[in-house]
C-alpha cells in the first residue's frame, strides 16, 4: 500500500457558474520514503494540491468536488477535526516557502518548535523528571534538550542559545531550518515542502537541498516537494509530476524525464530555460500565459502554445496514458527522442 | 573607443541609527568603492546574493540613491553633481526597469498614461496625435496591442506588465537601460519571452544594458561580462564565457557550483558554502569573504585584497587567484 495515493482528485473554487476548477481529475502516489517532485508554472494547482493532504484548505472557497485522497489507506475527504488533528503534523508535515511568513514574530523559535512536540510527542516534551532532580527547571531542562537536539539535526550552530532567538534575529536560510526543525519534530512520515527554497540565495539554496537530502537518508521519509525550478528536481526527486492547468501532464522517474522529457509542455519548459555553458544564442520561449481557469481551451489545455499542435488538439482533450512502464503522458504526439542534449 | 558609462571609486553609505543617546553613527556600506565601464550596446551582468549591494549600485548610477562618493560618468560627463534641469536631460539617456511589474506600475493610470508620461515630461512629441502614435508604437513594438493603451495595469499579467515597463523605459531613447532583476519575479516560459524582447531591442536600438540579476545562467545567457559582488565589493569581473569555464575568485566558484543543473547526468561537484553572508554593517576585516572561504589563508583575515588583473579583461579581488 502507498503511503499517500490521490485518486481524481477535483477540486473548485467559488460556486455555481463562478466555480472554476483549480484540480481537475488529478492521481498520483507516493511509496514510502520516496521523494515525488510536483513541477509547474504558477496557477497551475500545484500548491493546493500539496494544501489538500491534509485538508488546509480553507472550505469554502475550496470545495472537493469528487475523489479520494488516501494516506496509510483512509480517506482524508471524510476524516473527523479530531482525526486531522492527528495527521497534521503526525503524519504529513508542511515546509512553506516564505520562513518568515510561517513562525509566530513573537515567540521563541524554542517554544514555537516545543509547542509541536506538546502536540504530538508530548512524552518527548515533558520527559519524566528524574527521580534525584524533579520541579519544573528539570523538566524544562529535558524538553529542551530535544529542540537543541532538533535544531542541531538541521545544521543550526549553537543551537542551545539559539532557541532563545526570535525569528527576526535570524537569517532567511536560518529561519527555514527552523521550519524544518519543526516539520520534523513530530517525526512525520510524509514531508510536503512548498517551494521550500524559491525565497532563498543560491548558495543557502544549496544548504536547503543538502539537507533535504540528508534527512532523507538518514529518516526514510517521504518528501512531496513542489517547485518550478527544475534543476533542484535533478537534485533530489525520484519521480516527478509536471503540472499544467490544474492537470497532470507527465509523470515519469526524475532522470528518465530530465533526459527524456516526452510531453510538449515539459520539453518546451526546459527549452526555455537558459543552462550554464550552454552559450545558446536564442532561448526558445513558449507563447502566450498559462490560460486563466475559468478561460480554459477547449481540447487540449496546452494546444494554443503548444509547437506540436494538431488539428485534433483543439477538438479532444487527450487522455493520461501509460506510453512506457511507469511512464504517463498526456499527448497522443508524445516523443522521447528529442529531449535535451 | 570611449566609455557609455564609467564609475569611479562609487560609494553609498546609508547611516544606521544606534540607539537614542549614541552620537556614534554606524554606516552600512552598501557600495564600497566599486569601479566599473560600460561600452556602448553592451550588455554587463551584476550578480551576487541578496543583500551584497547590487541594486543599490543600480539605483546610485541613475541617482534614486545619492552616492556618499566617487564619479558616475556618462558619455563623458560627471552626473553625480547634476541638478535640476540639467539631470533630467541626462536621465533621458538613462532608464531603469524594476524587479516587481506589479509595484512599478500605478494602478491608476493607464497603459497610455504611463507609458506617455515619459514622452511628456521630456516633451518628446509635437501634437497630442504623435504622442499618441508613439504609445501605439512603443507597445507594439514590446509585443503588445496598441489597443492596450486604453486599459489599465491589473489588466496584464506579470509578463505583460513587464512589457509595459521596458515601453516606458524606451519611451525616451535611453542609451542606457538599467535592468533590476527584470525576470526574476515572472514564471520561466514567460521570462524567456521577456529576455529575448530585452536582447531583439539592443540588437535593434544598441542599447546597452546594465542587467542585474541573481540567476547566473540568466546572466550568462544575456551579457557579455559579468561583475559578482560580495559585500558591497566587486569580487571579480570577467567575460561571461570565462565565468563558465575559468572563475578565478572562490566566491564566484561557489556560487556558480550551487546553481542547480537540470542534466541529470552531470558530475559537477557542488561546493556548499557555510554560513550566510555576513552583516554589511560589521563586515568581516581583511578579505569580507574569508569567513565562508573554503580555501582561505592566515593573510586573508589581516589584508583586504584588490582587484587585481589576472589576463587581459579578467579581474578578481583574491590574494589567490593566479
Known amino acids: ?341 | 573607443m570611449s566609455a557609455l558609462l564609467e564609475v569611479r571609486n562609487l560609494r553609498v553609505h546609508f547611516p544606521v541609527k544606534h540607539g537614542p543617546f549614541s552620537r556614534a553613527k554606524l554606516f552600512v556600506k552598501a557600495v564600497d568603492d566599486v569601479s566599473f565601464h560600460l561600452e556602448p550596446g553592451e550588455t554587463l551582468g551584476l550578480v551576487g546574493e541578496s543583500g551584497c549591494g547590487k541594486t543599490t549600485l543600480g539605483r546610485a548610477i541613475v541617482r534614486l540613491i545619492e552616492p556618499a562618493s566617487g564619479d558616475v560618468l556618462f558619455e563623458g560627463d560627471n552626473i553625480t553633481r547634476l541638478r535640476g534641469a540639467e539631470l533630467r536631460l541626462r536621465r533621458r539617456k538613462l532608464q531603469m526597469i524594476f524587479q516587481d511589474p506589479y509595484g512599478s506600475l500605478n494602478p491608476r493610470m493607464t497603459v497610455g498614461e504611463a507609458v506617455g508620461e515619459a514622452i511628456d515630461i521630456h516633451q518628446l512629441a509635437e501634437s497630442p496625435a504623435a504622442r499618441h502614435r508613439r504609445i501605439e508604437e512603443l507597445l507594439e513594438l514590446v509585443g503588445l496591442d496598441a489597443a492596450h493603451a486604453q486599459r489599465y495595469p491589473h489588466e496584464f499579467s506579470g509578463g505583460q506588465r513587464q512589457r509595459i515597463g521596458i515601453a516606458r523605459a524606451l519611451a525616451v531613447e535611453p542609451k542606457l537601460i538599467v535592468c533590476d532583476e527584470p525576470v526574476s519575479a515572472l514564471d520561466v516560459s514567460v521570462q524567456a519571452q521577456i529576455i529575448n524582447l530585452l536582447q531583439d531591442l539592443q540588437a535593434g536600438r544598441g542599447i546597452a544594458y546594465l542587467f542585474i540579476a541573481h540567476d547566473l545562467a540568466v546572466v550568462e545567457h544575456i551579457s557579455r561580462r559579468v561583475l559578482v559582488m560580495y559585500l558591497g565589493k566587486v569580487v571579480e569581473l570577467l567575460d561571461a564565457h570565462s565565468l563558465v569555464n575559468e572563475p578565478k575568485h572562490p566566491y564566484t566558484q561557489a556560487l556558480l557550483s550551487a546553481v542547480p543543473v537540470v542534466d541529470p547526468d552531470s558530475k559537477r561537484v557542488r561546493i556548499v558554502l557555510p554560513g550566510d553572508v555576513p552583516s554589511p554593517i560589521d563586515p568581516p576585516g581583511g578579505c569580507p569573504f574569508h569567513p565562508r572561504c573554503p580555501v582561505a589563508e592566515a593573510r586573508c583575515k589581516i589584508e583586504v585584497p584588490l582587484l587585481r588583473e589576472l589576463t587581459p579583461g579578467h579581474w578578481a579581488a583574491c590574494h589567490l587567484a593566479r
Open chain 1, 1 to 341: 500500500m502507498p503511503l499517500l495515493e490521490i485518486k481524481n482528485l477535483k477540486l473548485e473554487f467559488g460556486s455555481g457558474h463562478a466555480a472554476v476548477r483549480a484540480v481537475d481529475d488529478l492521481s498520483f502516489n507516493i511509496e514510502t520514503g520516496e521523494t515525488v517532485c510536483l513541477v509547474g508554472e504558477s496557477g497551475c494547482g500545484k500548491s493546493v494540491t500539496a494544501l489538500s493532504i491534509a485538508r488546509l484548505l480553507p472550505t469554502p472557497p475550496a470545495r472537493f468536488a469528487g475523489g479520494e485522497i488516501l494516506l496509510n489507506g483512509r480517506d482524508v475527504l471524510k476524516m473527523s477535526k479530531a482525526e486531522l488533528r492527528e495527521i497534521r503534523g503526525g503524519v504529513v508535515s508542511y515546509v512553506f516557502q516564505e520562513p518568515s511568513a510561517s513562525l509566530n514574530p513573537v515567540v521563541r523559535v524554542g517554544n514555537q518548535i516545543k509547542e509541536t512536540l506538546k502536540l504530538h510527542k508530548p512524552n518527548l516534551a515533558r520527559d519524566a523528571p528524574k527521580p534525584s532532580q524533579e520541579g519544573s527547571g528539570a523538566r524544562r531542562r529535558s524538553s529542551d534538550e530535544e529542540v537543541i537536539r532538533l535544531l542541531k539535526l538541521v545544521g543550526i550552530p549553537a543551537p542551545e542559545s539559539r532557541i532563545r532567538s526570535y525569528p527576526h534575529e535570524m537569517s532567511g536560510g536560518m529561519q527555514q531550518r527552523v521550519m524544518i526543525a519543526m516539520a520534523l519534530a513530530s517525526r512525520p512520515q510524509l514531508l510536503v515542502a512548498d517551494e521550500p527554497t524559491t525565497a532563498l540565495d543560491v548558495t543557502i539554496q544549496a544548504q536547503i537541498i543538502e539537507l533535504l537530502r540528508d534527512l532523507k537518508h538518514q529518516f526514510g521519509m517521504a518528501i512531496l516537494l513542489i517547485t518550478h525550478n527544475l534543476g533542484i528536481v535533478g537534485d533530489l526527486a525520484d519521480r516527478v509530476a509536471v503540472m499544467y492547468a490544474g492537470q497532470i501532464v507527465e509523470i515519469a522517474p526524475a532522470k528518465e524525464l530530465l533526459r527524456r522529457p516526452g510531453h510538449p509542455y515539459t520539453q518546451a519548459l526546459m527549452d526555455s530555460v537558459p543552462k550554464l555553458g550552454a552559450e545558446t544564442q536564442r532561448l526558445r520561449a513558449i507563447p502566450g500565459s498559462v490560460p486563466q481557469l475559468n478561460a480554459l481551451p477547449a481540447g487540449c489545455r496546452f494546444h494554443p502554445r503548444c509547437p506540436k499542435a494538431q488539428a485534433e488538439c483543439s477538438q479532444t482533450a487527450p487522455a493520461l496514458l501509460e506510453v512506457a512502464p511507469n511512464r504517463w503522458v498526456r499527448c497522443p504526439f508524445w516523443s522521447n527522442d528529442c529531449g535535451i542534449e
